[in-house]
Each structure stands twice: as C-alpha cells, then as structure tokens.
C-alpha cells in the first residue's frame, strides 16, 4: 500500500516557477514508477511526467519538455516537479501517481495509486 500526498501548488503569475512535492508513505515506494498528471476544467486527466524507480528514466509530454522537471529522492520517499516559464495553459490540477514498473507509464488506468491534488493557477 502506497499513500501519496502531494504540496506545494499555488497562484503564480505566467513565467514563474514553482515546485510540487508528492510525499510518499509505504516501504515499496522506492520499486515504484512515479508520475505527475494535470486535469484543467473540463478536460481529461493527461500525462505530465514521469521517472522510473531508480530515477535513471524520465518521460515528459511535449506541452512541458524543457519548462518541467521531475526528479525523485527515494531516501525522503519523495517525488518533485520543478515547473519553469509558467504559462496560463498548465493550469490545472496535479495529481502524484504511483504503479509497478514497465508498461505504459501516460495512461492513467495503469497506476495504482494516487494522491489527492494540488491546485496550480497561472495567470497571464
């Protein structure tokens, strides 16, 4: 069992930068891919990033290549997004996301835990 929670979201304004951590609680989380996944209003969950269990791969969707990063320290049980050059479309809200190694890390159905959310606002 893997409880995820995630922090650090807020109201900035476009081209700032902010920081999301996911703190994990379970002794299993270092065996685990990590993800960060986005939902705007009206939209359906898409695919942010993610890093496999020895932090050695890391996937990003083309709207965030280059602005976000994802990194993880299995010490702390804990998983980063560092978010640069902030723009009006990444609003939404991020979710941490946990499942077991291999298989298709964008979809959604494929992971098996999930944290609660944190809400991201950028305004123009």
């Known amino acids: 069992q893997v409880q995820l929670v995630e922090s650090g979201g807020g109201l900035v304004q476009a081209g700032d930068s902010l920081r999301l951590s996911c703190a994990a609680s379970?002794?299993?989380?270092?065996?685990?891919?990590m993800s960060w996944f986005r939902q705007a209003p009206g939209k359906e969950r898409e695919f942010v990033a993610a890093?496999?269990?020895?932090?050695?791969?890391?996937y990003y969707a083309d709207s965030v290549k280059g602005r976000f990063t994802i990194s993880r320290d299995n010490a702390k049980n804990t998983v980063y997004l560092q978010m640069n050059s902030l723009k009006p479309e990444d609003t939404a809200i991020y979710y941490c996301?946990?499942?077991?190694?291999?298989?298709?890390?964008?979809?959604?159905?494929?992971?098996?835990?999930w944290g609660q959310g944190t809400q991201v606002t950028v305004s123009s």
């Open positions: 996301a946990a499942k077991p190694p291999g298989g298709r890390y964008i979809q959604p159905v494929t992971y098996n835990y």
């Open positions: 890093i496999t269990w020895s932090g050695g791969g890391t």
């Open positions: 379970g002794r299993t989380f270092s065996s685990y891919t």
